[in-house]
């Protein structure tokens, strides 16, 4: 167990649609990032967040958004969903901002977009 | 530029040989190089890293190599055994984005008992 919690496990849904997924950063980790595994993409960053602040943006669509809240944990949220949005999506933490710092890795929440 | 190519796709070893995965990348600016091993229904879990400042890391049976003028690096697994069945993703970054890491598309490593 990794010690970063990611909620709900599975997600089915319909187009359009709206969702969020949440995760709970290891306790005393300041960092949350978002990933999406698919099997057409791989494994693709999305947004990394420090402290309450994003602090760096990878492949991550207009219609996807995030946050952090002042507890540390973190939202993904997701509308006007597609097809092609069903994918894993891991959320990942670490103590600090830098490579130096191991990021752990939840259990991922799986979408299916139906 | 951003990209990491991962080879093989698929790998079988026998119970005790040795696994070696190989990945390449474009951009010089990455400057740490970790592995993941991920389990089904798990998520990726660090293995093992390295900076371009050496060329070699072992951990236990688990070794990076590092070649910096060839933009390769690869992992060996030695003694492979069936519990290391699972999927490996090499990935790239730099040091000032912490973990914003850009992944290979991963091998599945399958060791035959």
């Known amino acids: 167990d990794s010690g970063v919690t990611q909620t709900p496990k599975h997600l089915i849904t319909a187009t359009g649609q709206r969702v969020t997924l949440r995760c709970s950063p290891r306790?005393?980790?300041?960092?949350v990032y978002w990933y999406q595994q698919s099997l057409d993409q791989g494994l693709q960053f999305l947004i990394h967040y420090y402290n309450g602040e994003e602090r760096a943006k990878g492949n991550i669509l207009e219609r996807f958004s995030a946050q952090q809240f002042p507890d540390l944990h973190s939202e993904l949220n997701l509308s006007s969903l597609e097809l092609g949005d069903s994918a894993l999506y891991f959320c990942a933490s670490s103590v600090g901002a830098l490579w130096d710092t191991e990021a752990f890795f939840g259990q991922g929440t799986r979408l299916t977009v139906v | 530029q951003q990209q990491v190519k991962q080879s093989p796709q698929s790998l079988i070893v026998q119970k005790g040989g040795i696994s070696i995965i190989n990945c390449a990348y474009e951009?010089?600016?990455?400057?740490?190089f970790p592995w993941y091993q991920q389990f089904p229904g798990k998520g990726p879990a660090l293995l093992i890293a390295i900076r371009p400042d050496v060329s070699e890391k072992k951990e236990g049976r688990f070794t990076i190599s590092f070649n910096k003028s060839a933009k390769q690096f690869s992992l060996h697994i030695m003694d492979s055994q069936p519990g290391d069945s699972a999927t490996y993703f090499c990935a790239a970054s730099r040091v000032a984005y912490g973990n914003k890491l850009v992944f290979g598309a991963g091998t599945i490593l399958r060791v035959k008992s």
């Open positions: 951009n010089t600016a990455f400057d740490y």
């Open positions: 306790s005393g980790d300041l960092s």
